[in-house]
């Protein structure tokens, strides 16, 4: 092949490589720890119920204008806002109309939860965000424990379906 002039193209590639410091699980778990501290929802869980919605949290990172969740998309997680802001963003026709703001401290995902319905509204990052999940099966066991803990979780929701129907009906 080399005689008659052929070359063979090798494929060309470029790694590039960068160091991520080591985070260990107990200093996340503090980190957490703090954030839920921080918010209303969780005051009142008690320390055994607290350390389970901390060990079955996790944090998640997200850069301005990435989607957080999808409307229509069906989750019951929830999320706690650590550091940004998120912009609540309802489609209808067509059009994308900005319900609300979300910043430091404040949740989002509970109307999907106790609905047990799809997402009524997508979830965008304004900003750069830092959020803590907290996973459906994790709120769900709570709950059995702490029945109280859903009315407080029905008045956000009730809060934030009167957005909702305000929204529409601008």
């Not at 989607?67 to 706690?80: F, L, N, P, R, T």
């Not at 379906?161 to 009906?169: G, V």
Request: proline share 2%; charged share 30%; aromatic share 6%.
């Amino acid at each position: 092949i080399k005689r008659a002039g052929i070359s063979i193209p090798f494929p060309i590639r470029t790694v590039y490589k960068t160091e991520v410091p080591y985070v260990s699980q107990s200093s996340e778990l503090e980190k957490i720890d703090q954030v839920v501290k921080k918010s209303k929802l969780f005051n009142s869980v008690g320390s055994e119920n607290y350390r389970f919605i901390i060990e079955n949290s996790r944090f998640e990172h997200f850069g301005t204008g990435e989607i957080i969740i999808e409307q229509g998309a069906v989750s019951k997680d929830i999320y706690i806002i650590v550091i940004g802001e998120v912009k609540v963003v309802r489609v209808e026709e067509g059009i994308a109309h900005e319900i609300s703001k979300l910043s430091d401290g404040m949740i989002f995902g509970e109307m999907a939860l106790i609905e047990g319905s799809a997402r009524h509204a997508s979830i965008i990052a304004s900003r750069d965000v830092l959020l803590v999940k907290v996973n459906s099966h994790c709120y769900e066991a709570i709950l059995k424990k702490m029945p109280q803990l859903a009315d407080e979780i029905k008045l956000i929701a009730s809060a934030r379906r009167e957005e909702l129907l305000q929204s529409r009906n601008e």
